[in-house]
C-alpha cells in the first residue's frame, strides 16, 4: 500500500517541505511506499485523514515568532479521530520573490498570513507604503507573479527555484533563528505500520486540549495545579475560544512527562475539567538536512 501524506498545497510550502522530510523517512522503512498530496487548506488536509483520503497529514502547529497556528487547532478540537505521531522542527528562511528589477518597483506582496507577519519589521523598513495580501500558502502567492512585474511574494529559496522565480532578497524574516513546528497526523486507530515507525523514538511530549466545567474563579488554576503537584512541565499553553459564547475558551496544552506520568495527570485533570482531548504522544525532530 502507498502511504498518503496530506499537506497544505500547492508544491513549495514548507508544509510540503516538512512533508518530504517524512517521506523519505518513512520510505527508509521496507516495503513501505509514500507520496505527497497537497490540499488548498490545512483543514482540509487534516479532513483527509479523518476523512480516509490520506493516512497521514503534515501541519504547522506553531511558529517561534508568530505563535500558534489556529487553523490547526481548531480542526483537531472539531475532528475526534486523529492523532500525532511525531514533531517535526523547520527552520524557516523567508525570500522576497519578484519579477521586477528593484524593491522601488513593488506595490503589492503576497504570502500566507504566517509568513506576512513573520517579516513585518523588513517589510516596514523596505517596503513600507506596498499593499500586503494575505494568500492560502507561501507557494499559492507565487501564482501571477511572472504576468505581474510589480508584485511579490514571500516563500522560500526552495520554491523560487522549483517555479523558476527571481529572489529579490534572502533571510528576510525579523529573526534569525525563525523555525516552524509540525505535526505529523494520523487517524487514531489505523495505520499500525506508519505508527510502528514513527514510535520507534520514545515519546517526550503530550498534547491535550481541554473545556472547563464553569467560567469560575480558580477554574483554570486548579486544573493547572494538577502538572504542577506532579512536577510536570509544560511545554506549551494557549487558549483558543469555545465557539459557543464570548469569552469561553479551550485550553492546548503540552505536557513534557513520562508516559505513566500523563496517565496520572489525565486522570486527575478530569476532575477538573468539562471535556478533555488528548491528541497524542510523540517525539520531536529537528530538520537540519535542507
Ligand atoms: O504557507 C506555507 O508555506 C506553509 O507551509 C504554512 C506556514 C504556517 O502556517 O505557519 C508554515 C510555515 C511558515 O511558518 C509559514 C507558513
Known amino acids: 500500500m502507498t502511504i498518503l501524506i496530506a499537506h497544505l498545497g500547492p508544491p513549495g510550502t514548507y508544509a510540503e517541505q516538512a ?15 509514500a507520496s505527497l498530496c497537497p490540499y488548498p487548506t490545512i483543514a482540509q488536509s487534516l479532513q483527509a485523514v479523518a476523512t480516509n483520503q490520506a493516512q497521514l497529514a503534515v501541519v504547522p502547529v506553531e511558529n517561534s515568532i508568530e505563535g500558534s497556528v489556529s487553523m490547526t487547532m481548531d480542526t483537531l478540537w472539531q475532528l475526534e479521530t486523529l492523532q500525532i505521531q511525531l514533531a517535526l522542527v523547520l527552520p524557516i528562511s523567508h525570500t522576497l520573490i519578484s519579477c521586477a528589477d528593484s524593491l522601488e518597483r513593488i506595490q503589492t506582496v503576497y504570502s500566507h498570513p504566517q509568513a506576512l ?37 514571500i516563500a522560500s529559496s526552495r520554491a523560487a527555484q522549483l517555479y523558476n522565480l527571481p529572489i529579490l532578497a534572502t533571510g528576510i524574516n525579523d ?29 517526550t511530549h503530550t ?3 481541554f473545556s472547563l466545567p464553569a467560567n469560575l474563579p480558580g477554574a483554570l488554576a486548579k486544573a493547572l495545579q494538577v502538572f504542577a503537584h506532579l512536577g ?3 511545554s506549551r499553553i494557549e487558549s483558543r475560544p469555545t465557539k459557543r459564547s464570548l469569552g469561553e475558551y479551550l485550553f492546548f496544552i503540552d505536557i513534557e512527562a513520562s508516559a505513566t506520568q500523563v496517565q496520572t495527570a489525565l486522570s486527575e485533570l478530569r476532575n477538573y475539567t468539562e471535556i478533555i482531548k488528548v491528541f497524542g504522544s510523540y517525539s520531536v525532530t529537528l530538520i537540519d538536512n535542507f
Open 207 to 209: 498534547s491535550i486540549a
Open 175 to 203: 529573526y534569525p533563528d525563525n523555525c516552524t513546528r509540525f505535526w505529523v497526523i494520523s487517524h487514531s486507530q489505523k495505520d499500525a505500520g506508519v505508527q510502528i515507525s514513527s514510535r520507534a523514538i520514545a515519546p
Open 232 to 234: 510536570i512541565n509544560l
Open 19 to 33: 512533508a518530504f522530510f517524512y517521506l523519505n523517512w518513512l520510505k527508509k522503512t521496507p516495503g513501505v511506499e
Open 117 to 153: 507577519a513573520q517579516c513585518q519589521g523588513w517589510l516596514g523598513q523596505f517596503l513600507p507604503n506596498v499593499n500586503l495580501i494575505p494568500s492560502n500558502s507561501t507557494a499559492e502567492a507565487l501564482q501571477g507573479l511572472k504576468q505581474e512585474i510589480t508584485t511579490a511574494a
